[in-house]
């Protein structure tokens, strides 16, 4: 395989985890708010969720390929099923991470006149950064092994020597797929982890 | 009119329980209000019920002559100094920081919140150069609370609603600040919404005492009122002391 082809798959690789990445915080990261404003609907919210999570990622693309929209063979139905596994850790880390605000901080917060707004932006958000932070971390480096997997729904990135090297029994190729996904995994996590630990406070 | 009145005011939970029933008390500038009562008496709620962190289910409670529930939440709250006994600082703020959240809040220019900070810290006994950038997590428990009143007062509220303010200091702080605050106090002319369980701090803050058992009002009157109370719980509280 040549240097162009391997920068391809790997450029494929990061466009699967970087959509899938930032529509799973588009979506998590404001429902994990409101799931704090409505506590009643964050048990059967999260249910779900984890109902998605449990479904094996391979059964997943296969699931989602007759659906009309979402579904098909490429690189869009990768990217739904991709959503589907981060969602939860972001949906979840949000919403604990503002739940685990000192409610003392909150109550005098409120007590002194700020408005929801206020309180959310200037107290609650910034001191739960660090774990949604971690929740996105999570979610990035699944992500990059689930898509992995998608190669088999015709979506490229880095499964594709994987699968290929599968079949016809070559561990070269085999190699060549999971080294650079291996590494890019090592390397989100590292530099997510370095974001995580600037913004925890105290 | 009076500047604070509760009028029959009572505030039951949805599912039944009665936590305050049929309060009556008025509170003037310069007056300190100590709201006296063993746990779960309803002393918290009292005062929840004036900045409408919780608004009354029965009577009225009435804020420069007009109810609570008239007020906008928001406008109320500023013009309302509050400080709890978790305090409640916000520990991603420096400590001027949290001083000055009602003024920036209501957008006073930065060269005034300064000033404000300084001169608040002042009052409080925290030299402000030493403290001024100092985060919370870097104070000792009283200079928390501390902290946490400069913060009820910084934009100069006419009513103040402290909740156990000096409720997690060892004896020695706590008189110590008591006996300050006192001193700030009658300097202030603000009217003052006090809770406690302690009857001495009671004794020794309140212009008006307001005795709370089981939600209801077991005394309302002045300390030496209270001393010679033969009211039941009255009784009881003085003889722990």
């Known amino acids: ?202 | 009119m009076r500047f604070l009145e509760f009028d029959g005011a009572g505030y039951t939970l949805p599912g039944g329980p009665v936590l305050l029933a049929a309060v009556s008390f008025a509170a003037d500038p310069g007056d300190t209000v100590v709201v006296l009562g063993r746990s779960g008496a309803g002393k918290s709620t009292t005062l929840k019920l004036v900045n409408r962190l919780l608004d009354p289910t029965a009577g009225r409670v009435l804020v420069e002559g007009r109810s609570t529930t008239d007020w906008d939440p928001i406008r109320l709250r500023r013009r309302t100094g509050y400080a709890i006994q978790e305090i409640g600082l916000f520990p991603h703020f420096t400590v001027a920081s949290n001083v000055a959240l009602v003024p920036q809040l209501e957008g006073w220019p930065e060269p005034r919140r300064r000033a404000r900070v300084a001169e608040l810290l002042e009052l409080v006994g925290l030299d402000p150069p030493t403290f001024a950038e100092r985060m919370p997590s870097e104070l000792s428990g009283g200079q928390r609370q501390r902290v946490g009143i400069a913060r009820a007062l910084a934009a100069d509220p006419p009513l103040l609603l402290l909740d156990e303010p000096f409720g997690a200091l060892d004896p020695v702080t706590r008189s110590g600040l008591r006996r300050e605050f006192q001193a700030l106090a009658s300097r202030l002319g603000k009217a003052t919404l006090f809770v406690t369980h302690d009857v001495a701090e009671a004794l020794f803050l309140a212009t008006t005492i307001v005795l709370l058992e089981h939600g209801r009002v077991a005394f309302a009157g002045p300390p030496e009122a209270f001393r010679r109370s033969d009211a039941a719980e009255a009784r009881a509280f003085l003889e722990a002391s």
Do not use: C
């Open chain 1, 1 to 202: 395989m040549s240097a162009g082809q391997m920068l391809e798959l790997i450029g494929e690789h990061l466009v699967l985890v970087g959509a899938s990445s930032g529509i799973a915080v588009g979506i998590g990261l404001p429902v994990g708010v409101w799931l704090t404003r409505r506590p009643k609907a964050a048990s059967p919210v999260f249910a779900v969720a984890n109902v998605f999570q449990t479904i094996p990622s391979l059964a997943l693309f296969g699931l989602l390929i007759p659906l009309p929209l979402l579904g098909g063979i490429g690189a869009r139905t990768a990217v739904v099923a991709l959503v589907i596994y981060a969602l939860l850790p972001i949906l979840r880390n949000t919403y604990t991470g503002i739940r685990s605000v000192d409610p003392a901080a909150v109550d005098a917060g409120r007590g002194l006149g700020m408005t929801d707004r206020q309180l959310l932006l200037m107290v609650e958000l910034p001191l739960a950064w660090g774990v949604i932070i971690a929740g996105i971390r999570v979610a990035v480096v699944v992500s990059v092994g689930v898509a992995t997997i998608a190669a088999a729904i015709g979506a490229g990135g880095l499964g594709e020597p994987i699968f290929r090297g599968l079949s016809t029994v070559n561990n070269r190729l085999i190699l060549a797929g999971a080294v650079p996904a291996a590494l890019m995994a090592l390397a989100f996590d590292g530099l997510l982890g370095l974001l995580e630990r600037r913004l925890v406070h105290r």
